[in-house]
């Protein structure tokens, strides 16, 4: 079974400040998905990352694929209030021509207070 | 922008009825999941769906469980005998190509009395 293990649960932090966020695992995964979710609403994808050590940035979140493709870290530069939300990391494995489900970590609550 | 609908956004059921639950993946997607999330905790795979097929399901997807794509454009979920533990946020995600890009929708909220 593949577990993905985000880390802090929670997080609150002052607005301008930086934070990062984690998602490790003992499985090697094929790509990882970051998401945004909001109360009652469903996950909306963030970036996915595919290639081993690729960084993608989108706006003031960086994102990292670890080397060995089996830990993903986000990175907020300057936080926002409007960045308030839980952060969930999700994993794939292609197992062949079908569609593969995603395993999902249990996120980060964060808030950013004014 | 193209999205995944589902409806209804809420049901309730008493236990033991069946449920359906539908969505409608984004229209030139070939590949189908369904999820679900028990409040206060995280987003679990379901099953997925592709070429009129089941390609993957988990554990919890047992006999009680069913999906079918009945025409071109709709994605089912059927609930047989629902239980109490069956309430949960039900998600419906499709995706194209790459095909590990899956976009979710906004959910059914199932509520079993």
């Known amino acids: 079974t593949q577990l993905l293990e985000q880390s802090p649960q929670f997080l609150s932090i002052q607005e301008g400040e930086n934070l990062t966020v984690y998602c490790n695992s003992s499985?090697?995964?094929?790509?990882l998905q970051w998401y945004r979710q909001e109360p009652g609403e469903g996950p909306v994808l963030l970036v996915t990352?595919?290639?081993?050590?690729e960084v993608k940035k989108l706006k003031r979140l960086t994102f990292q694929f670890g080397d060995a493709r089996k830990d993903s870290s986000l990175h907020i530069t300057a936080a926002q209030t409007g960045d308030t939300g839980l952060y969930l990391c999700?994993?794939?494995?292609?197992?062949?021509?079908?569609?593969?489900?995603?395993?999902f970590g249990k996120g980060t609550h964060l808030i950013i207070q004014p | 922008e193209p999205e995944v609908t589902q409806t209804p956004s809420h049901q309730v059921t008493q236990m033991g009825q069946e449920v359906i639950l539908r969505c409608v993946p984004i229209?030139?997607?070939?590949?189908f999941y369904w999820y679900r999330q028990i409040l206060g905790q995280k987003v679990e795979f379901l099953v997925s769906?592709?070429?009129?097929?089941?390609?993957?399901k988990s554990e919890i997807f047992d006999d009680q469980f069913s999906v079918e794509r009945p025409d071109g454009s709709n994605f089912t979920l059927k609930i047989r005998s629902t239980k109490l533990e069956d309430s949960a946020m039900y998600f419906c995600?499709?995706?194209?190509?790459?095909?590990?890009?899956?976009?979710f929708g906004a959910g059914t909220r199932l509520s079993v009395l």
């Open positions: 999700a994993g794939a494995t292609y197992s062949g021509g079908g569609a593969d489900g995603l395993t």
């Open positions: 229209s030139n997607h070939l590949y």
């Open positions: 995600a499709s995706s194209g190509t790459p095909k590990n890009i899956q976009y």
């Open positions: 499985s090697v995964f094929s790509s």
């Open positions: 769906f592709y070429n009129n097929e089941i390609s993957e």
């Open positions: 990352v595919v290639t081993g050590g």
